[in-house]
């Protein structure tokens, strides 16, 4: 690709993936200038154990902890402003984030609550109009998660920031903590891993930086995906899928949200599916809209999706259809799982689509409503997708 005349890209993470990972996170703590944290967690982190095996990477440290595990999915900001006085009278100065969904949104809340004295989740200003720094946030992967969880992304209550400092300063994922509960999990998150990825770069502010973490990515899935969803506690796999979603969260993170993205958040009343799988069945139609008007990047997805000998056999005006018919091909790979469109047969009516499009078109930046229809009316009816060899 050819580099923009001006980009900007932020990756304020600092990732520690791999063996015995857990054992550096006091170190790593340290350095932040931590020595009072406290670890958030939820039901399902403490059964599992992997709670436990955080806990223990303080053993030998002189730092002080404090454990909080009562997170839930019902989990709010006055669940925030409870922790918030919590972590004042214990004097804790950083959260550590053990698990996904609730956990996550709820750890970033806390971290931006902790520096205001109104306990209000917002960027805090100091008196000469400076941001005040944020307590720093620990993320322990313990799977590919939501795709949040390293993102710049938080709701929680209603609330929806997008903010590059609500991204975690450590992003830990250590082998002997992550986990993927069965195949389905598996398949959503490749598929939602594939969904912010793919959109980061064909957006229109797709960069070389984008590429890189978005492409590797990608290419895990297409590499993983096979075993993962036979074996979904097979290592390598399940490892793969999880460096894959930090990865896509860094591209998403620079980028505006795509139409799949966006239909996969409007369409969550009209259809129940997780959202990694919305965003996986329109993506193949998000892909042939965006190659309209990028339709160089939807070919280097090709790449990524099909590995060096299948893009260089291919006709540079037909690689852009063929990475589309990829991404068709590991959605049929999971049709025993039950993942399987069109959005036609998952509970949609074709008299939701305008108003479902509507929705996603209005968030920001704004988006052309009838693009959005018919990306999604395309979804809904499902079949093949074809796509012109030159950019319109």
């Known amino acids: 690709m050819s580099v923009p005349d001006h980009y900007e890209f932020l990756c304020p993470s600092k990732i520690l993936s ?21 670890i958030l967690a939820d039901g399902q982190a403490l059964a599992s154990g992997r709670l436990k ?18 997170v839930t999915e019902s989990s709010d900001r006055h669940t925030v402003a409870q922790l918030v006085e919590l972590f004042h009278d214990k004097g804790h100065d950083a959260v550590v984030a053990v698990g996904e969904g609730a956990v996550t949104e709820v750890a970033k809340g806390l971290r931006m609550a902790a520096v205001h004295p109104d306990g209000s989740m917002a960027r805090a200003v100091g008196e000469n109009g400076a941001t005040i720094p944020l307590k720093p946030l620990v993320q322990v992967m313990t799977g590919p998660g939501t795709g949040k969880e390293a993102s710049r992304m938080m709701t929680l209550s209603g609330v929806v920031l997008a903010d590059h400092a609500l991204m975690p300063e450590l ?23 594939l969904a912010r990825g793919a959109e ?6 797709g960069n070389p930086m984008i590429d890189i973490y978005a492409h590797a990515a990608i290419a895990l ?12 506690g097979d290592k390598k796999g ?22 799949a993205h966006r239909l996969a958040a409007a369409s969550a009343a009209a259809i129940n599916l997780l959202p990694g799988i919305l965003m996986g069945l329109i993506l193949p139609y998000s892909l042939a809209w965006l190659a309209r008007s990028n339709h160089e990047a939807v070919a280097r997805l090709l ?22 018919e990829k991404i068709f091909e590991i959605l049929r790979r999971m049709e025993p799982v039950g993942i399987m469109g069109p959005l036609g047969r998952n509970g949609m009516t074709e008299g939701d689509i305008e ?12 988006m052309d409503a009838a693009s959005m229809a018919t990306i999604l009316a395309n979804a809904f009816a499902g079949g093949p997708v074809s796509i012109a060899g030159e950019a319109a």
């Open 18 to 38: 791999g063996l015995a990972a857990l054992k550096n996170l006091p170190v790593e703590l340290q350095a932040l200038n931590s020595t009072r944290p406290l």
């Open 53 to 70: 095996r955080v806990i223990g990477a303080f053993r030998d440290s002189a730092m002080t902890i404090g454990v909080y595990e009562g």
């Open 171 to 193: 992003v830990v994922i250590d082998p002997s903590v992550v986990r993927l509960a069965d195949s389905r999990t598996a398949a959503e998150a490749a598929l939602g891993i």
């Open 200 to 205: 980061a770069a064909c957006g229109v502010d």
């Open 221 to 232: 899935v297409a590499e993983n995906i096979q075993q993962v969803l036979a074996k979904p």
């Open 238 to 259: 399940k490892l793969s899928l999880t460096n894959a979603s930090v990865m896509a969260a860094v591209a998403f993170s620079n980028a505006p949200a795509g139409p």
């Open 303 to 324: 790449l990524p999706l099909g590995g060096f000998d299948r893009y260089a056999d291919t006709s540079p005006k037909r690689r852009a259809e063929a990475a589309v």
């Open 355 to 366: 108003g479902i499009a509507a929705t996603a078109a209005n968030m920001a930046p704004v």
